[in-house]
């Protein structure tokens, strides 16, 4: 048995790998990862740009040992026939099952300056993927390119650093795939009020190393210039071992392509024609590969998403349509926008159930939205009190109620979290290493810290069992 062969060490490989496991799969498992340490979370690059998170700290829980890693090596070819991989190390693996997990790479734009030689991006140009790319920048200002999610949270994480940051976005409103204007306009303001400098509806016409050129002629100081301008389902093995591949590797509901001892997970996998994009998906994907893989398995039915970019001090949450748009009902809709303070609210409900929305502002309101529209149950009669966090969806002591999921990325309820504090784990690093709450997208964060500093102001902490702060 040559066992499952996994073409790329990020977030979905790993827990693929993780749940084959614990699922019972008994063959062999190889992770091949291009890069030169074993898989992390991906999804908490942020922190490591602005500084408040070491590089090293991402790190996801080691694989159990039958696990055979193999990093700083690519697969560079498949040979469907002999049912083998090719490594750019010169080795050849066999395999039964192959599952490419082969993620994103970062888009260039075309602009002038930005490129020293093919592939090589020019002194003083970064994208933000890996580990490698978000070391904190040397002093001086900062040019983000791009005002999608990732060009908005980076563009915040550089101020958190203490940079000068401009942002140089083509739309005329921020993160324009997912916000309306009103919306659009409260998160600018809130942008703006953090000290980052707005220049939106402008595309930069040119890069020297310390400054770049506008479209408009202006010029903009620029030690660093991170691009943000989206990322491409890295495809190249599957393209060249004539797998069919529109934007992303295309996969079945058993996340199959079209050979059928080759599956594909993750951010390089376009599922119902959408290619993966966030650490929640792959990991949901890895799950029911596995359970697939073992004999568990269900077709693999993606969960409904929201979106939650960091914007540490303005909650921001996105829920896109869950499936085709209602005709317009002005009785199924609700808006309110309270630009003076910040926040703004839009849901379309369908059958008393949120349809989509758009948060923004108040913590409360965020997570009691978010978790209607997960679980798709019914919305309050007070949207008003629910859209403004007044409906006392988080009571007493401001924090959610026991049985709520806090860390949704690893399904930790308040109550685990809590337990978890009794038994010693009284600071967040501690509870993430007790319960792995906020090791996924970190956006619960702000929330567990907040729970830390109610139970502490509550009562008197025991040992520490977990290496926490009593
Ligand atoms: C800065 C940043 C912030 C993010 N924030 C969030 C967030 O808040 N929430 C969220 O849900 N998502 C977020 N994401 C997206 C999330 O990180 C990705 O969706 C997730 O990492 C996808 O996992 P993956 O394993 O499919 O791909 P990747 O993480 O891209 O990993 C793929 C790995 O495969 C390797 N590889 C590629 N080709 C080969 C090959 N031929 N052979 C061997 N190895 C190969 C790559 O080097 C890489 O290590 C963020 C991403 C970034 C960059």
């Known amino acids: ?54 590089a090293g700290r991402l790190s996801l829980p080691a694989l159990p040992p039958d696990v055979r890693q193999l990093t700083g090596v690519r697969v560079r070819g498949v040979d469907r026939v ?15 099952v192959l599952v490419l997990a082969t993620g994103a790479r970062p888009r260039v734009p075309t602009v002038p300056g930005l490129v020293s030689a093919p592939g090589r991006l020019a002194e003083g140009v970064r994208t933000v993927r890996t580990a490698t790319d978000c070391r904190p920048l040397s002093e001086g200002p900062a040019v983000v390119l791009g005002g999608g999610v990732r060009g908005v949270e980076s563009a915040l994480a550089l101020r958190r650093a203490g940079h000068e940051v401009a942002l140089v976005h083509p739309a005329a409103r921020l993160m324009d795939r997912h916000l309306d204007a009103p919306a659009a306009s409260v998160l600018a303001d809130w942008l703006a009020d953090q000290g980052v400098t707005l220049h939106l509806g402008h595309r930069v ?29 890295e495809t190249r093995p599957a393209r ?4 069919e591949v529109r934007e992303g590797v295309v996969v079945d509901t058993r996340l199959r392509t079209s050979d059928p001892h080759i599956h594909a997970i993750g951010d390089c996998a376009e599922h119902a024609g959408t290619p993966g994009g966030t650490v929640l998906q792959a990991w949901e994907q890895a799950d029911a ?33 869950a499936g085709p748009r ?35 502002g108040s913590a409360s309101a965020v997570a009691a939205v978010s978790r209607l529209y997960v679980r798709d149950t019914p919305v309050p009669s007070d949207l ?7 409906d006392g969806e988080y009571e007493g002591d401001g924090q959610p109620p026991e049985e709520a999921v806090v860390c949704h990325c690893n399904n930790v309820t308040r109550k685990a979290l809590t337990d978890a504090w009794h038994s010693g784990a009284h600071d967040q690093p501690a509870l993430a290493g007790a319960t792995r709450a906020t090791t996924g997208c970190g956006s619960c964060t702000s929330v567990v810290r907040d729970l830390c500093a109610t139970l502490a102001a509550a009562g008197t902490a025991p040992e520490a069992p977990f290496g926490g702060t009593p």
């Open 1 to 54: 048995m040559s066992g499952v062969v996994v073409a790329g060490g990020g977030p979905a490989a790993h827990r693929l790998a993780a749940r084959l496991r614990r699922y019972g799969y008994a063959g062999g498992v190889t992770v091949v990862g291009a890069e030169p340490r074993p898989a992390y979370n991906r999804a908490l690059l942020g922190s490591v740009l602005d500084g408040r998170l070491d």
């Open 326 to 360: 209602p005709a317009p009902d002005p009785a199924e809709s609700v808006a309110l926008l309270d630009r003076a303070g910040g926040r703004y609210a839009r849901l379309v409900l369908r059958d008393g159930r949120v349809h989509e929305g758009i948060v923004i």
């Open 384 to 390: 008003l009190a629910l859209l403004t966090g007044a």
């Open 82 to 96: 002999r049912r083998t991989v090719r490594l750019s190390d010169g080795r050849t693996l066999p395999y039964d």
């Open 205 to 233: 016409g040119e890069y020297t190393p310390g400054k770049v050129v506008l479209d408009d002629g202006q010029v903009l100081a620029a030690g660093t210039v991170l691009l943000c301008t989206g990322t491409t389902p």
């Open 289 to 321: 590969l596995a359970r697939i893989l073992t004999g568990r398995g269900t077709p693999y039915t993606p969960g409904r998403r929201v979106l939650r970019p960091h914007t540490p001090g303005r909650d921001v949450l996105v829920l896109p349509a």
């Open 240 to 243: 060249a071992s004539g797998l």
